[in-house]
């Protein structure tokens, strides 16, 4: 899909996929912006029920107003490729922060050394700091 165009959406590289979707960079050629494009997977292309899920996720997500959130510019289909194009955001994925706060959590939980048995718990900060 790398350099294809897809409606007015140039790809340029594939930035992840899971179940729901495989997500690219693209650029938006009618108003010049970098954008995320999300992908129906192909297997679940003709799956009536994947392609509502996937539809539902996009118009639950364009109604969400967070800086955490990454806001939702569309939804199409082109040459039966159902995506969503949403804000491109620049940042470590998810998966990602969620494997280096746990990281970070753990190395929190430090064995005190007066009793084997016994765990020295993070304060309240440190937990906030973690996550």
């Known amino acids: 899909m790398i350099s294809q165009t897809i409606s007015h959406y140039r790809i340029s590289q594939k930035l992840g996929g899971g179940g729901m979707g495989v997500v690219y960079e693209a650029e938006d050629l009618r108003l010049g912006r970098r954008v995320a494009l999300k992908f ?3 297997e679940l292309a003709e799956d009536s029920q994947a392609r509502d ?3 539902r996720e996009a118009r639950a997500a364009s109604a969400l107003n967070h800086p955490n959130i990454c806001t939702i ?3 199409g289909e082109a040459d039966g490729r159902h995506f969503i194009v949403m804000e491109y955001l620049e940042g470590s ?6 494997e280096e706060n746990r ?3 753990i190395n929190c939980l430090i064995l005190e050394r ?3 048995m016994r765990w020295m718990w993070p304060t309240r900060r440190e937990l906030f700091i973690a996550t």
């Open 40 to 42: 129906l997977p192909e």
């Open 93 to 98: 994925t998810l998966k990602y922060r969620i």
């Open 103 to 105: 990281f970070r959590l």
């Open 53 to 55: 899920r996937f539809q």
């Open 114 to 116: 007066k009793s084997p």
């Open 73 to 75: 510019y569309d939804i």
